[in-house]
């Protein structure tokens, strides 16, 4: 067993690897940029969200006249989508766009903002609850305490399952290992199923060994860009959540640096970036059901009146559970219940 002097050391070793590593990229790109930013997002390259990041990076430098430049990270280049929020915290990544439920923990309000089950679907209320009525406000305040400025969040489409086997009836999730952070995993718990928490990165080779027997993805097109259903062909037709909502988060003493000019830029950046999310993920949506059922995607048969009851008796607890978490999550429940 390692004592506490070699675990310290081991963890120094691990920031000091990853800074080296994050180091080099930053040398292999250094501009006349004034400012030198690292952006880390949750997908591997070559994915369509990916490219959706990049934009927001090349909006950044173009809007910025080439003052900002910005180096896109992906999935497993540098730190792992579970490592992201602290990497940003701790400044070895400058901007980063966090899958919430991954960091549930450390940051309990995020799983709220992302979308509990039962939340609204409609994009219109969901901008409403962020920009009139007062969750924009209490995350800048959470998300501050933690040294992180929050920007403009965006909008992706519904939330689905995927499974190696049909289910049938709700009955048949008992006993699955299905990968599903957060809110996620609690609901399906409830169905009986056991959550597993892994990235985006690790879902395909996990259907494909039998780590697991299902899993969720942020959207439909995740499942099709991850290729899952090489390894797993079933689809539930019944969404976990209407739709997600994830920030843009920046680590706030590189954010101070900016001058007013800078940051604004910054801002008008991410808010555009929110607005090709919504769009283009409504639009690849479509285009990811063709994809996967050309491929042999089967959906599972639709699900019974019953099945009906039980999936929204799953999620009638976490409402409650999550606003006992802390104080900026009740704020948020109290909102939503006020405004539903």
């Known amino acids: 067993m390692m004592n506490k002097k070699t675990l310290g050391l081991k963890k120094k070793f ?55 430049a910005v180096q896109v990270l992906y999935s497993g280049e540098g730190v792992s989508t579970e490592g992201l929020l602290g990497a940003v915290k701790a400044g070895l990544i400058t901007m980063g766009a966090p899958f919430q439920p991954m960091n549930a923990g450390e940051l309990p309000v995020g799983v709220v903002e992302v979308g509990l089950p039962g939340g609204t679907d409609d994009p219109v209320k969901l901008k409403a609850l962020f920009h009139d009525q007062g969750w924009g406000e209490i995350l800048e305040k959470a998300y501050g305490e933690q040294g992180l400025v929050w920007l403009e ?4 489409t519904p939330v689905y399952i995927i499974t190696k086997n049909p289910i049938n009836s709700v009955a048949d999730f008992k006993g699955l ?26 879902i395909y080779t996990s259907l494909a060994t039998g780590v697991i027997d299902g899993s969720i993805g942020s959207n439909l097109i995740d499942h099709r860009d991850g290729n899952h259903v090489e390894v797993a062909k079933y689809m539930y037709p019944m969404p976990l959540a209407g739709a997600q909502v994830l920030p843009i988060i920046v680590n706030r003493n590189a954010w101070n640096k900016l001058p007013e000019d800078l940051q604004a830029v910054v801002r008008k950046a991410t808010e555009n970036h929110a607005q090709e999310q919504l769009t283009k993920s409504k639009l690849w949506e479509t285009e990811a059901v063709t994809d996967m059922e050309a491929n042999g995607l089967l959906w599972s048969p639709a699900a019974s009146d019953a099945d009906k009851k039980a999936w929204a008796a799953a999620g009638a607890t976490l409402w409650d559970e999550y606003s006992a978490q802390d104080d900026y999550s009740k704020q948020l429940i109290d909102i939503l219940r006020k405004n539903q």
């Not at 070559?46 to 173009?62: H, N, P, R, S």
């Not at 969040?153 to 992706?156: D, E, G, L, R, V």
């Not at 609690?186 to 690790?202: D, T």
């Open 14 to 68: 691990s920031v000091a690897a990853l800074a080296f590593t994050l180091g080099l990229g930053a040398v292999a790109d250094a501009s006349a940029a004034e400012f030198n930013w690292r952006f880390s997002n949750l997908y591997t390259r070559g994915t369509a969200f990916g490219a959706v990041y990049e934009g927001l990076a090349k909006d950044i430098e173009t809007m910025s006249d080439g003052r900002i």
């Open 153 to 156: 969040p965006y909008i992706q």
């Open 177 to 202: 290992k299905i990968r599903a952070p957060g809110a996620y995993g609690k609901f399906l718990r409830n169905l009986g199923a056991s959550p597993v928490a892994l990235s985006w990165s690790e």
